[in-house]
């Protein structure tokens, strides 16, 4: 089983800027891509970035030039750094791993419980 575990969320102002983490532990083989996705209010979880093993990455639109995901391998961590932050960032930020677990080396989807961003204005 493979857990991950979110810090780094909190309040803060308009143009202010946040780092989460995300740390993964448990029976882990590899993990292919870890990821960052957010609910707003009232609304669905959206992608906000992701990034694979390789270092490619992947953001939404609404966040490029102001977040930027990055990963530690050697210790399964991935990062945001989120900044220039809007109101409209604010929700509930989940990170995500996927990849095989050292077990029949079986594939894993596995969340975390989420963080909460909050930005005022």
């Known amino acids: 089983q493979v857990r991950l575990v979110e810090s780094g969320g909190g309040l803060v102002q308009a143009g202010g800027s946040l780092r989460l983490s995300c740390a993964a532990s448990?029976?882990?083989?590899?993990?292919?891509?870890m990821g960052w996705y957010r609910r707003a209010p009232g609304k669905q979880r959206e992608l906000v970035a992701a990034i694979t093993t390789g270092s490619s990455t992947n953001y939404a639109d609404s966040v490029k030039g102001r977040f930027t995901i990055s990963r530690d391998n050697a210790k399964n961590t991935v990062y945001l750094q989120m900044n220039s932050l809007k109101p409209e960032d604010t929700g509930v930020y989940y990170c995500?791993?996927?990849?095989?677990?050292?077990?029949?080396?079986?594939?894993?989807?596995?969340w975390g419980q989420g963080t909460q961003v909050t930005v005022s204005s």
């Open positions: 448990g029976s882990i083989f590899n993990i292919n891509t």
């Open positions: 995500n791993g996927r990849g095989r677990e050292t077990t029949w080396l079986r594939e894993f989807d596995s």
